[in-house]
């Protein structure tokens, strides 16, 4: 395997690693460098891969000045790296919200965390200011969250639009292949809310999507939210309807 490194944005790096044998068409794992007087990366990558991650990271800056990180939610593949991450960069703090602070993170980090309150911004300098919004339990995780990147119009979007294969870059449909990741892998926890909670993500009218397993989407990211929250909400039906037979039938 190999980190291959790309800027999706002005400043925002994209440093993806393609497993090729998980899922019907490999699947890729992705995280992002938000350049600054204080960088932050966004999500840390597996404890496994951290080798090929830093090396990566080392070709755009050197590793030891990260200043912030952050992630979605607390997974092996969000977070799994981030004390390696840290015992590299001495002045790095990792940043999240109070439910991923107060329930994870303050254990897990081997230096106090920065709690981040929902739509807190960080000012990491050089014109970037990133804002943490609360997306709880959407796609999945009590503690989830994504972060937008205001100058640029680039959201950090975690597992949203999950998909499969090792397309670095589009302008084209990103739903299909998200509605088709969800059919295989159900990662998600469906709940009333989820649709709404996409569709507030919307009114930020983003240019960029920054998909953790998937490509980096340049185009209408609001169409493209309201589209897989539309979808979330058939879902919901479809099980609601579901139950209901269930229950006529018992």
């Known amino acids: 395997m190999e ?7 002005d400043g925002i790096f994209r440093l993806s690693t393609f497993v090729p044998d998980l899922g019907p068409k490999g699947f890729n794992f992705n995280q992002f460098l938000v350049m600054g007087d204080e960088p932050l990366m966004f999500h840390t990558g597996l404890r496994k891969m951290f080798g090929l991650n830093r090396d990566a990271l080392a070709k755009i800056l050197p590793p030891e000045k990260l200043r912030w990180i952050s992630f979605g939610h607390f ?15 001495p002045n790095a703090v990792a940043a999240h919200g109070q439910t991923g602070a107060n329930v994870s993170l303050n254990d897990f980090s081997d230096r106090p965390a920065r709690t981040l309150a929902n739509g807190e911004v960080i000012d990491i300098g050089q014109g970037k200011r990133l804002r943490f919004i609360d997306t709880p339990h959407t796609p999945h995780g009590w503690d989830a969250g994504v972060m937008y990147e205001e100058s640029t119009g680039t ?24 509605i088709e990741a969800e059919d295989f892998f159900k990662y998600s926890a469906l709940n009333p809310m989820m649709g709404s909670t996409i569709r507030s993500l919307a009114g930020l009218n983003p240019k960029t999507l920054a998909l953790m397993h998937g490509p980096a989407f340049e185009g209408d990211g609001a169409a493209a939210l309201k589209a897989l929250a539309a979808d979330y909400d058939r879902r919901l039906s479809n099980e609601w309807l579901d139950t209901q037979a269930l229950l006529n039938a018992a």
């Open 3 to 9: 980190t291959k490194v790309s800027e999706i944005a």
């Open 75 to 89: 997974e092996a593949d969000e977070c799994g790296a981030m004390n390696e991450w840290l015992a590299l960069a």
């Open 155 to 178: 959201l950090l979007s975690g597992d949203l639009f999950t998909q499969f294969g090792d397309t670095p870059f589009t302008t084209g449909d990103i739903v299909g292949a998200a």
